[in-house]
T-cell receptor, first 109, second 114 residues
Framework: GQNIDQPTEMTATEGAIVQINCTYQTSGFNGLFWYQQHAGEAPTFLSYNVLDGLEEKGRFSSFLSRSKGYSYLLLKELQMKDSASYLCAVMDSNYQLIWGAGTKLIIKP | DAMVIQNPRYQVTQFGKPVTLSCSQTLNHNVMYWYQQKSSQAPKLLFHYYDKDFNNEADTPDNFQSRRPNTSFCFLDIRSPGLGDAAMYLC?????????????FGNGTRLTVT
């Protein structure tokens, strides 16, 4: 079966750096997405990786290793507003998105 | 601003009473999706349309139906809601599939079944 694994919850301190990992096992691979979802709201798009390596976008970066079935989202200079769930989603060979359950990130002052 | 709009934001219905959720988009995207999301779970795809081409996920219950009368609008009909159907329903669009086009989500409709 297809599977996306992410930690359920992480805690970090305001101003610090946090890395959220995602491992996947899917039928084929056509890219990996990261979304941010605040409580009670809809997911918003953060990043897309289809080739190996690091993509940097301001305070957020996303890394992909296709051979390892692994990605991470790196958040720098954490702010209180970054408290949210972060969802990893992989597009399989049928162009269907397989979603992880999300990592709830708690930021403490 | 181009966007995805869902109405209503909150919907309360009675057990067994049909309910319709609506979604509209001004992005002119080809693909529209309906997801169900329960607390702390991954979004679960119910249906998607590529233009008028309807795609029903294999495990979507028959209780759920969908309509896309034109490019801009999509509806989710729940014929006989049960308590287990209480969830956030998310409508999303994408320009296409397979080229990294991200999904753009509406704000969701939170359905309560009493």
């Amino acid at each position: 079966g297809q599977n996306i694994d992410q930690p359920t919850e992480m805690t970090a301190t305001e101003g610090a750096i946090v890395q959220i990992n995602c491992t996947y096992q899917t039928s084929g691979f056509n890219g990996l997405f990261w979304y941010q979802q605040h409580a009670g709201e809809a997911p918003t798009f953060l990043s897309y990786n289809v080739l190996d390596g690091l993509e940097e976008k301001g305070r957020f970066s996303s890394f992909l290793s296709r051979s390892k079935g692994y990605s991470y989202l790196l958040l720098k200079e954490l702010q209180m507003k970054d408290s949210a769930s972060y969802l990893c989603a992989v597009m399989d060979s049928n162009y269907q998105l397989i979603w992880g359950a999300g990592t709830k990130l708690i930021i403490k002052p | 601003d181009a966007m995805v709009i869902q109405n209503p934001r909150y919907q309360v219905t009675q057990f067994g009473k049909p309910v319709t959720l609506s979604c509209s988009q001004t992005l002119n995207h080809n693909v529209m999706y309906w997801y169900q999301q329960k607390s702390s779970q991954a979004p679960k795809l119910l249906f998607h349309y590529y233009d008028k081409d309807f795609n029903n996920e294999a495990d979507t219950p028959d209780n759920f139906q969908s309509r896309r009368p034109n490019t801009s609008f999509c509806f989710l009909d729940i014929r006989s809601p049960g308590l287990g159907d209480a969830a956030m329903y998310l409508c999303a669009t994408s320009r296409t599939q397979g080229d990294g086009s991200p999904l753009h989500f509406g704000n969701g409709t939170r359905l309560t079944v009493t």
